[in-house]
């Protein structure tokens, strides 16, 4: 019998009858003809290949720039749905600063035993040479990508935490926009959260955690490592719409712990830098002395107080996965609340006993290296061969250290156009979370990736996933009006000196 898989169109129900609230866009897949929205699928790839929106394939001669395949079937979030994701991903993030604040300055988390000393000291992503640094307004982590995954109606969980140099934006962005042009009935059909707001918050994030000695109107830039890198795209679309410079290594110089920008003009200080460069390459006279992609000087610059890095270096410790197992133990401890999403059920392979469940169950399993991304470093068990399975575990115990598993989990699928019609495809989610002197913010929206493979579970586009929009619903009106009257009657009772 097949797997029974949550479909957050259908539910439960394989196609009959739509859930409580989707209707409409259940009435609108199975009246829109397949042709017509293949039709459209193909204007907006094509429209996507035009403009570049493409990716690296690193390793592979042939055919190592494309375009990730987008789904013309969006993926629909109800207003109450997405109050209780962004208060989960709000609160996290905030435990998430807080954490890389203390790991690098006070370390109480690790004196309380809450963590192991040894998992964050001594993990490759740990970075000594930030010790003692206390980024502006206690933000490291600016720019959050959390991946989720959900297996019921109420049941999201996070997966992994992104808090380096997160990407996906730029499709995001993108998508909406072909779904605004190829599909204009769903916007009148329904009430959708823009995502457009994104570059704003940006932008207004950016400038919110300058140095105390920038000007009112602070020079920010991005720093990318050039057109070779596999997010180029992303990086030069969002200097577009943010309006400010892409600059590579060569444009910026450090002169008396001060950035500056060379242009045409002259040199001009740079109070800000959004970096797309992990922190190994940020500069050769702090890191790897061999770098080309990094500016000599810069940390310097940072350490003085004279350049903001967005995000800030060091905050790499946050995404490695066995620190990511932590999670629920971090947020209590720097929130005193339970976390209101919870993570998928983990064992790290350094402890012995969860290494010798995960070597007797592995050909159930998912097991990750605890520095992987893109869905390299990563074995899904029940889809694996016996081989594979075994040269796994012959990895797993040369270096129990540098691996965790998880269980295999019944992803939600969404419905997507294939060959064969719209049959539900497994799915996660990236939202982003911005975070700054202003607080913090999750944007209406996100990164919706899809396994375009039957069965697949693995949605990375180097994988051979593709993307879709994701449509946030607004509030009913009678919710949303109430909603303002509830904030109207709380400041009236907090003007009054009420609680």
Avoid at 2 to 30: L, M, N, Q, T, V
């Amino acid at each position: 019998m097949a797997a029974k898989f949550f479909d957050e169109i259908w539910g439960y129900s394989r196609g009959r009858k739509p859930r409580p609230g989707f209707e409409e866009i259940a009435h609108w897949i199975r009246s829109t003809p397949k042709k017509e929205m293949r039709r459209r699928q193909d204007s907006a790839e094509a429209a996507f290949r035009q403009l570049g929106i493409t990716f690296n394939v690193y390793g592979e001669d042939e055919e190592a720039e494309r375009i990730i395949p987008f789904d013309i079937v969006p993926r629909v979030f109800a207003a109450d749905e997405w109050a209780r994701l962004s208060e989960g991903l709000e609160q996290r993030v905030n435990a998430l600063n807080a954490f890389l604040v203390d790991v690098y300055n006070d370390r109480k988390i690790l004196a309380d035993g809450v963590v192991p000393s040894d998992l964050v000291l001594g993990n490759p992503g740990f970075t000594p040479a930030v010790n003692g640094i206390r980024p502006p307004h206690g933000v490291f982590a600016h720019i959050a990508g959390i991946d989720m995954v959900r297996t019921g109606p109420d049941e999201f969980y996070v997966l992994e935490d992104n808090a380096r140099t997160p990407s996906g934006v730029s499709y995001m962005l993108e998508n909406r926009e072909a779904m605004l042009r190829l599909c204009p009935e769903l916007f009148e059909m329904f009430e959708v959260e823009p995502v457009d707001r994104y570059t704003d918050a940006l932008r207004e994030m950016m400038q919110s955690v300058a140095p105390e000695s920038a000007p009112k109107d602070p020079v920010c830039v991005i720093l990318t490592p050039g057109h070779f890198n596999s997010a180029f795209y992303e990086h030069s679309f969002l200097a577009d719409n943010l309006g400010i410079e892409l600059v590579e290594a060569a444009d910026l110089i450090v002169d008396d712990d001060i950035v500056w920008m060379r242009t045409i003009e002259g040199r001009k200080r740079v109070d800000v830098i959004y970096r797309r460069i992990d922190d190994d390459f940020l500069d050769p006279l702090v890191f790897r002395p061999d770098s080309m992609l990094g500016v000599p000087g810069l940390m310097a610059a940072y350490f003085a107080g004279n350049v903001t890095i967005i995000n800030a270096p060091g905050g790499g410790i946050a995404d490695d996965k066995a620190i990511y197992s932590y999670m629920p133990e971090i947020v209590k401890y720097y929130t005193g609340e339970e976390a209101k999403l919870p993570n998928v059920e983990t064992w790290r392979c350094r402890e012995p006993d969860a290494l010798k469940y995960v070597l007797e169950n592995m050909a159930d399993l998912v097991v990750k290296k605890v520095d992987g991304s893109g869905g390299y470093g990563m074995l899904v068990g029940p889809s694996a061969t016996s081989e594979e399975v075994d040269e796994f575990k012959k990895a797993v115990k040369a270096n129990p250290n540098g691996y965790i598993a998880q269980p295999t989990l019944a992803l939600s699928t969404v419905p997507t156009l294939g060959e064969k019609g719209v049959k539900g495809r497994h799915v996660d989610f990236r939202p982003f979370v911005l975070s700054g002197a202003n607080g913090v913010e999750t944007v209406k929206g996100g990164l919706t990736r899809v396994a375009l493979r039957e069965g697949s579970l693995v949605v990375n586009s180097s994988q051979g996933g593709g993307t879709k929009d994701s449509l946030v619903l607004r509030p009913p009106r009678d919710q949303k009006q109430s909603q303002s009257q509830d904030g109207r009657s709380q400041s009236q009772s907090q003007a009054k000196g009420g609680s």
